[in-house]
């Protein structure tokens, strides 16, 4: 009974340390690739979703100013943005709509660097904290992936696919004066 637990036990090692192996060159594959990738542009930019309350602020202030559809759009497209202080609030077990109020209020007075602090879960300046992203990977296009270009893309599909169907008359055929079964008085 004693060799079945010692084999257990070994297979359990073996495979933690397996995970751990995994988890680890991960680390180092991220490492590399984002050197590599400072090194061909060193921009950053604030992080900690500073950024994208910035780009969903500056993009509400914009739709106020279209009319129609076009107004509804943009505004919903700068809503998406807030997708990711949202994700980050959740994760770190924040209230989500607290912390994107406060940093809307936070960069309407001016305070573009300010984002979400994790460890103490507050909204702070990111900058003195030393919290960056990569320019390159926010609003570049220098890659073949970049969320943002496709998600701009994305948008402009689904509203040149709604300008289409507005377009076009809703219906079938033409009807021909007098011909079928319509309710004729004679």
Request: proline share 3%; glycine share 8%.
């Amino acid at each position: 009974m004693k060799k079945v637990e010692t084999l257990y036990a070994q297979w359990f090692y073996k495979e933690a340390l397996i995970v751990i192996l995994e988890d680890l060159e991960r680390a180092v594959d991220d490492g590399v690739n984002t050197y590599k990738s400072m090194c061909r542009d060193s921009r950053i930019v604030p992080g900690a979703a500073a950024t994208e309350i910035e780009l969903a602020r500056k993009l509400k202030e914009f739709s106020l100013k279209e009319t129609g559809l076009d107004q509804y759009a943009i505004a919903k497209f700068a809503e998406s943005f807030e997708m990711v202080p949202k994700t980050l609030a959740e994760n770190a077990g924040l209230n989500a709509m607290e912390i994107i109020s406060l940093l809307y209020a936070e960069h309407s007075t001016g305070n573009t660097k300010v984002g979400i602090d994790l460890d103490e879960g507050i909204c702070k300046d990111v900058s003195t904290l030393n919290i960056w992203d990569l320019h390159i990977t926010k609003l570049s296009h220098y890659w073949g992936f970049f969320a943002l270009k496709y998600a701009a893309d994305a948008a402009c599909t689904v509203l040149r696919v709604d300008q289409i169907r507005m377009a076009k008359p809703a219906g079938g055929p033409e009807r021909v004066p007098g011909a079928g079964g319509g309710n004729d008085e004679d």
